[in-house]
């Protein structure tokens, strides 16, 4: 083990007798201790899942990149596993950014961004960012390469990273996020030995109102179509769409023989508060597979006084529709379920209910919102509240606007706001599946249409569960109901 690696190990250890717990998830990746954003190299090595994440390791501040690292059997329950990658070397000094893993023969793989400052800390405009290979024969130590990727397509490119990797045919093919000026850029590369790459073209650039910068990219097929995955920065507000900071999202289409990328419009992947940098893995049953931050820059992360910071999102399934994403729970998640929890019946009646028998902090609620006759009002479901009536965090239709709302105004410590998602009106049920995990919640549809991602920080005791509704017509249930076990081992 590196002097590098070593010191920040002892730098984790010491902080784990500070850690508070009140917030940390007891289901999701989350750091020891320290800080955590973007996942990293998703890859199955050896009949086990490994994910990577941004990870700072002396304060629960964003800090000098280091690669966290930790792994499952079933993607349900994990551990931790040694610090897999320091800064320090000339070609990463400042930082190991964001990048991918791939699995070369009986070897795991990382490609990275090797970040420095060239002037102050902090200064955007004077940095060098290179992409750099390290391996490992065990999936636990790596050895360094160095920087397989010296230079940027064009010398003026500064803004030269995430490079996310993947195998066909006739080769390796890399995909990083590139900016040029206010342009943001997508550079293909090809490589036959992951140590020499060769230049191909730009899979897409963006355009006036595609924001500066896209991060984070990922391209795959599915259904025989190209997906194009990224997290633009810069990206202005459209009415209900692209409020947060910064966005992650895709388009369909298709990449043709000259490596361009022709494809739809930009969609949005989920559509809460807290969801970023989304990366994707094959997995071996043939399922795309995808990992978020559950976070968002410059968002309140009270934990931070807690001593940690960071939390990836569920491992999710993608599957392609027509010209739209569908996302799902992974389906190995059920094994996180205790014994079922009595659902109640339908509610119509004006006011709320108290469902006693369905309360926690780590849950998996099933909600079903009848929206027949429901012309005006909310209909839906108060979660996490407290018994002073405080805190709560509401989930409902708003039948005048057609929208499914998640609003956390009085969610806790710091956070507000809502965010929404449209309602074809001629819907006539919805049926959502919630979960549940100390300072998160994740709202899926059925059917696969859409999903809200957002942080809560509510009091420990803030437990309660409540059916609402106001105005006429509609119904809402809780059919099915569990509390969640620890995915940790």
């Given at each position: ?272 508060h807290d969801f970023y940098a989304a990366q994707t893995l094959l997995a071996a049953d043939g399922r795309r597979l995808v990992w978020a931050w559950l976070d968002m820059w410059e968002s309140p992360m009270p934990s931070q006084a807690h001593h940690w910071c960071g939390m990836l999102g569920l491992p999710r399934e993608l599957e392609l529709h027509a010209d739209r994403l569908c996302v799902y ?161």
């Amino acid at each position: 083990m590196s002097a590098a690696l070593d010191i920040a190990h002892h730098a984790l250890r010491d902080a784990l007798s500070r850690v508070i717990d009140d917030y940390r998830p007891g289901y999701h990746l989350a750091p020891p201790a320290g800080w955590m954003n973007d996942p990293n190299g998703v890859v199955y090595f050896r009949g086990e899942y490994h994910v990577f994440y941004q990870h700072h390791p002396f304060d629960a501040k964003w800090g000098p990149m280091y690669w966290g690292h930790a792994k499952s059997a079933d993607l349900v329950h994990w551990q931790h596993l040694p610090i897999a990658l320091a800064p320090g070397d000339d070609f990463d000094r400042d930082g190991c950014f964001s990048g991918s893993a791939v699995v070369c023969g009986d070897t795991l793989a990382l490609i990275y961004t090797g970040h420095t400052w060239l002037g102050e800390v902090g200064d955007e405009r004077s940095i060098r960012q290179v992409q750099c290979l390290a391996t490992s024969t065990d999936g636990i130590r790596f050895v360094k390469h160095g920087a397989v990727i010296e230079t940027a397509p064009q010398d003026s490119i500064m803004h030269f990273r995430d490079p996310k990797v993947w195998q066909e045919d006739d080769g390796w093919y890399l995909i990083a996020g590139a900016r040029l000026g206010d342009v943001p850029l997508l550079p293909l590369y090809r490589s036959t030995d992951l140590h020499t790459w060769e230049f191909l073209d730009y899979v897409s650039s963006g355009s006036e109102g595609d924001g500066y910068m896209w991060e984070c990219p990922d391209l795959f097929r599915l259904n025989g179509r190209d997906v194009l995955l990224y997290s633009p920065q810069g990206m202005q507000p459209e009415g209900y769409e692209r409020l947060n900071k910064y966005q992650t999202g895709y388009r369909v289409g298709q990449l043709d023989r000259e490596w361009h990328f022709t494809g739809g419009p930009f969609i949005e992947l989920d559509n809460g508060h807290d969801f970023y940098a989304a990366q994707t893995l094959l997995a071996a049953d043939g399922r795309r597979l995808v990992w978020a931050w559950l976070d968002m820059w410059e968002s309140p992360m009270p934990s931070q006084a807690h001593h940690w910071c960071g939390m990836l999102g569920l491992p999710r399934e993608l599957e392609l529709h027509a010209d739209r994403l569908c996302v799902y729970p992974a389906q190995e998640l059920t094994a996180l379920r205790k014994a079922p929890l009595p659902g109640t019946p339908w509610w119509d009646e004006s006011g709320t209910l108290c469902v006693p028998q369905v309360n926690g902090d780590m849950l998996e609620i099933h909600v079903h919102l009848d929206l027949l006759g429901c012309t005006d009002g909310h209909l839906g479901i108060a979660l996490r509240c407290s018994d002073d009536d405080h805190e709560e965090t509401l989930l409902y239709y708003d039948a005048l606007l057609r929208r499914l709302v998640l609003d956390r105004s009085r969610s806790g410590a710091q956070v507000t706001g809502q965010r929404s998602v449209s309602i074809d009106p001629t819907q006539e049920r919805l049926e959502l599946r919630v979960f549940l995990d100390r300072s998160s919640i994740e709202v899926f549809d059925e059917n696969g249409r859409f999903s809200l991602s957002s942080r809560l920080y509510p009091r420990p005791d803030s437990l309660g569960v409540k059916l609402f509704a106001s105005g006429s017509g509609g119904r809402v249930s809780i059919p099915k109901a569990w509390s969640l076990d620890s995915g940790w081992l």
